[in-house]
């Protein structure tokens, strides 16, 4: 990884203590925070507002999930070689506003008397746009602002904190939705995402202006970013391994608010309660990851708390009244705390291996096919439970998430304890892009 420049003396060289001793981080940290608490709310209020206030069927919270992440995969790709060609705070901090812009529209629509269907797919597409664009930019951004030796704290406690606003933002969503109304939830999302554009404006780093290439070809570079991901022979197990969770795990995220409020008649605030025990779980894994890492090697505790995932949702489709409820939400704690686990070593990993030149370019590819499955799991458990009920999408998306570990036990990463300081193989084919792009100028 190449130090980044500025008039002030590298971030890297002030971090020895922590993440958190770094000013810009601690602001960096708060933006994120009220983004993912706006995210979490906003993933509990609005198909509650779609189901609630305007009778949306199974298929139709199908397509609010589709659309919230298609955008990965119509321009998820592009998306790293923009981000790597522009200053990446200047992408969160436009991305933010226009995230709340849009979301802001709902309720002025609700209070006017329009508001309809079809504005909230165009919504959740918007947001989805820039949601592309400040998920690259935000995993981009982050090695250049610490140190790479604590990158595993940093993100541990980024994911904490995302975790941190699973339970307070999905839980309360859930809750708030009930006592006040699924609009004003969604006017507080939009208030949160200005916030946390307002705070990147507080970072002091500014990184050095990207090289202009008038002549640089965009499938070429794209190319590069997805040759990369899937020749990698630890970046391929790893987002195989993520995209067959993600195919189940957000089935199972879409068709749960349908199945406790349309099948079993409880009220939204079990929906938030439900999330809420879940965010519990990841919080508890991202704040033990570096130590169940260390415990059983970064590679080899991959594919164990993959099994933990896999087990956990097995559970899920068993939510009923009653105990079973309980069952339920015990098991989708365990499947959450996995994915805690997972979260911080894989990002670590990714990023320690991957060149600063490369970043975005192997993050977008990542977000493309992580996120971008989300859309296709959307779309299968929808069109499901339109026609088998909720429960038998429930079935199919724990199945899917039982198999998650098979590829990270099939690779190298199966007895990997540490994270490979030099990967010379393909630090090789990494400077082999940077020479072709060199060429190309010439």
């Known amino acids: 990884m190449s130090a980044s420049t500025s008039d002030s003396p590298s971030p890297r060289t002030r971090l020895r203590p922590g993440p958190f001793h770094n000013r810009d981080f601690r602001w960096f940290f708060t933006s994120r925070a009220l983004a993912d608490t706006s995210t979490e709310m906003g993933a509990i209020a609005v198909p509650l507002l779609a189901i609630t206030l305007l009778q949306a069927s199974p298929g139709q919270v199908g397509v609010l999930g589709v659309l919230s992440t298609a955008a990965f995969l119509l321009i998820g790709l592009p998306a790293g070689i923009w981000v790597d060609r522009t200053r990446r705070r200047s992408i969160l901090v436009v991305g933010n506003l226009c995230h709340g812009l849009v979301l802001l529209s709902v309720p002025m629509a609700w209070f006017f008397g329009v508001l309809t269907l079809w504005q909230l797919y165009a919504c959740v597409l918007l947001g989805g746009v820039t949601t592309v664009f400040t998920r690259v930019a935000q995993q ?24 941190t606003a699973g339970i307070a933002g999905r839980g309360a969503g859930g809750y708030l939705v009930q006592a006040l109304g699924a609009t004003l939830v969604v006017l507080c999302n939009a208030f949160a995402l200005v916030s946390s554009a307002l705070a990147l404006l507080m970072l002091r780093y500014r990184e050095p202006r990207p090289e ?35 195919l189940g795990l957000n089935a199972i995220i879409v068709m749960v608010p349908v199945m406790v409020v349309t099948e079993l008649g409880l009220p939204e605030g079990r929906v938030g309660l439900f999330f809420m025990v879940g965010g519990v779980g990841i919080l508890a ?158």
């Not at 982050?142 to 790479?148: A, E, K, R, T």
């Not at 008038?214 to 391994?241: C, E, F, K, N, W």
């Not at 198999?403 to 990463?413: G, T």
Request: aromatic fraction near 6%; hydrophobic fraction near 45%.
């Open 140 to 163: 981009s951004y982050l090695p250049l602002l610490i140190d790479q030796r604590d990158l595993v704290r940093a993100n541990a406690a980024l994911t904490s904190a995302s975790s």
């Open 285 to 442: 894994g991202s704040l033990s990851a570096q130590m169940i890492a260390g415990w059983l090697g970064h590679g080899r505790c991959l594919w164990i708390v993959g099994l933990g995932v896999g087990a956990g949702t097995l559970a899920v489709p068993l939510l009923d009244t009653g105990p079973l409820f309980w069952v339920a939400s015990a098991g989708w704690a365990l499947s959450q705390f996995g994915i805690g686990v997972h979260n911080v070593v894989q990002i670590s990993l990714r990023q320690q291996i991957t060149p600063d030149h490369l970043l975005g370019r192997m993050t977008a590819t990542m977000r493309f096919l992580l996120t971008g499955s989300l859309a296709i799991s959307a779309a299968w458990a929808g069109t499901l439970a339109e026609f088998q009920g909720a429960r038998a999408a429930l079935w199919v998306g724990a199945g899917l998430c039982a198999f998650c570990w098979l590829p990270l036990l099939l690779s190298p990463l199966r007895s990997m304890r540490g994270v490979p300081a030099h990967d010379t193989e393909h630090e090789e084919e990494a400077d082999g892009f940077r020479s072709a792009e060199v060429d190309d100028r010439r």
């Open 212 to 246: 202009r290439r008038p002549d640089a070809r965009l499938l070429r570079d794209i190319g590069h970013g997805v040759r990369y991901v899937v020749t990698h022979r630890l970046l391929r197990p790893i987002a195989m391994s993520s995209v067959i969770t993600n």
